[in-house]
């Protein structure tokens, strides 16, 4: 039996519901807080609140605005709630996306149909990002057929002006930076950026997918963070995540435009199909109506004051984060975080390895991200980890004891894939051997393990394609699809 077959008969629903319960027992414990990434929970009250808002609108499809007005007067309400909060301007407008990385699609793909009408003569469009924006945007100028250059960043993490300014050329259709970007949760210098994008005339978008509904409730926000948002003059669209710290359901995010000549060009039309005049504002055809009513709800529910309270807790916890690494004399945070997307590393990386370290922590329990350039652990404190701050550090200050004892741990697990792939230096390589898990992952030959049993149906007598010594390595990579 290697593959598994349509069902030839009706299960009754007991059958069904328990086989997917059993099938999660081995997924990562967000509940508890074991995970730094992937969901954002504030409270089994606030997920029944959701289902029901969610459920409301279940079976609509925003496909046709004209055929559910409801849907489409709450996504224009929720465009106008967001741009409101971004302190964008009476003509912004915009779209709910299905996420971050559809809301980067868009405002890559209007940025190239508007310089195709307004600068005919480029041929080979560029995005210009920073290398730590977000790598969904990447992904977007390779779906697009955009050239994707990124710069550097600072000692502080934050994109290097200056490079940006040199590599602005007559192709660039887009700058792209971050409030905050990702791996260090730092502001990107958005005034100065925006000074250049103005002087060029090119539209300049800020990813405020992960800080868009948390910098704005920050207290003292005005006074302690450098201005983000549309009331910088050159920022033309910016991407706020509802499904992030919005706390919505997932499949939600915001992409407002100072104005409509922008987001004119996201819009996809036909007056050719057979199937009738055809319009679309954004990527997919049928869009879920219980996203955008659970989003509506959301931002009703909580108001401008309960996302304060919770910010408010949220960098407390973050704070007892920061300062339980600062507590570990071989630990340090990198940069000053603007919110609570905390990045640690060791002080000395030729004796301590990180990655030993984060192996030692799943083997707690904990499912850990790691990143690159530099080596570090990443965590996006949320509010549901006020529970888990003291477990954690123990595990950590241990983890870092092991790891000290233990040096030729940095060869061993994940650490040694990370180790090894960082000695390769053509990256496109190591891109191979990534495609080669990917191809496994989905081939349908891979075993699924769950409590120590394979998934019924998935198991085969054919094998996955082999993956070289890297690869085999590679196997166990979590961080970098996420
Ligand atoms: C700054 C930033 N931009 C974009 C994204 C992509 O968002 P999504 O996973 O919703 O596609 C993320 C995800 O973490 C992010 O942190």
Same mark, same amino acid.
């Given at each position: #039996? ?32 074991? +995970? ?43 465009? @106008? ?16 996306? $299905? ?10 793909? $209007? ?6 009408? +307004? ?8 995005? *210009? ?6 790598? /969904? ?22 994109? %290097?002006? %200056? ?17 905050? @970007? ?17 002087? &060029? ?13 948390? *910098? ?57 199909? $057979? ?7 954004? #990527? ?15 931002? @009703? ?12 807790? +949220? ?7 920061? &300062? ?6 071989? *630990? ?6 603007? #919110? ?20 030692? *922590? ?45 040096? @030729? ?5 994940? /650490? ?21 898990? #990917? ?7 891979? &075993? ?35």
């Amino acid at each position: #039996m290697s593959r598994v077959p349509f069902p030839s008969q009706a299960k009754p629903e007991a059958e069904i519901f328990s086989a997917m319960d059993a099938m999660r027992t081995g997924d990562a414990d967000w509940k508890h807080a074991k +995970t730094w990434s992937l969901v954002y929970h504030v409270s089994d009250e606030h997920t029944e609140f959701l289902k029901k808002a969610y459920g409301k609108f279940f079976t609509e499809n925003l496909l046709n605005p004209l055929a559910f007005k409801s849907l489409k007067k709450m996504e224009t309400e929720v465009v @106008q709630m967001v741009a409101d909060l971004l302190h964008a301007g009476p003509e912004a407008v915009g779209t709910i996306n $299905s996420g971050g990385t559809e809301s980067l699609l868009l405002a890559a793909k $209007s940025a190239r149909d508007r310089a195709r009408k +307004t600068r005919p003569w480029i041929r080979n469009p560029e995005v *210009l990002a920073v290398q730590t924006t977000h790598v /969904a945007l990447e992904k977007a100028c390779a779906t697009l057929g955009i050239k994707f250059r990124s710069v550097g960043t600072r000692d502080d993490y934050r994109a %290097d002006v %200056d490079q940006l300014r040199r590599a602005v050329n007559r192709n660039t259709i887009l700058i792209a930076a971050s409030a905050p @970007q990702y791996p260090q949760g730092v502001i990107d210098p958005i005034e100065e950026i925006a000074a250049i994008a103005l002087d &060029k005339n090119i539209p300049f978008h800020v990813d405020a997918c992960i800080g868009g509904f948390f *910098l704005p409730f920050m207290k003292d926000a005005d006074r302690r963070l450098p201005a983000w948002d549309f009331r910088v003059k050159g920022v033309t669209s910016i991407s706020a995540d509802l499904h992030k710290f919005g706390y919505t359901a997932k499949g939600a995010s915001a992409l407002i435009y100072r104005d409509m000549s922008y987001l004119k060009h996201q819009f996809f039309v036909s007056a050719l199909w $057979s199937g009738g005049f055809f319009g679309s504002p954004s #990527m997919p055809g049928t869009r879920p109506g219980g996203a955008i009513s659970a989003a509506w709800a959301t931002l @009703q529910k909580f108001g401008r004051q309960g996302y304060e309270e919770m910010v408010q807790k +949220t960098m407390e916890v973050a704070e007892r984060f920061k &300062k339980g690494i600062e507590a570990i004399p071989e *630990l340090q945070v990198l940069g000053n975080p603007d #919110m609570s997307l905390i990045a640690y590393a060791t002080r000395d990386p030729s004796s301590i390895n990180i990655y030993a370290i984060a192996d030692q *922590l799943e083997k707690k329990g904990w499912l850990i991200d790691r990143q690159q350039s530099p080596a570090c652990i990443h965590a996006t404190v949320t509010l549901n980890h006020a529970q888990a701050i003291d477990a954690y550090m123990a595990d950590l200050r241990q983890a870092v004891e092991t790891v000290k004892k233990n040096p @030729q741990l940095a060869k061993e697990g994940q /650490a040694g894939m990370y180790g090894l792939a960082a000695k390769i230096p053509v990256k496109g390589l190591v891109n191979m051997e990534i495609l080669k898990v #990917m191809e496994g992952l989905y081939s349908g030959k891979d &075993k699924i393990e769950f409590s120590g049993n394979e998934l019924e149906g998935s198991e085969s007598s054919e094998k996955p394609p082999a993956p070289s010594g890297l690869g085999r390595l590679i196997q166990k990579f979590k961080g970098m699809i996420g």
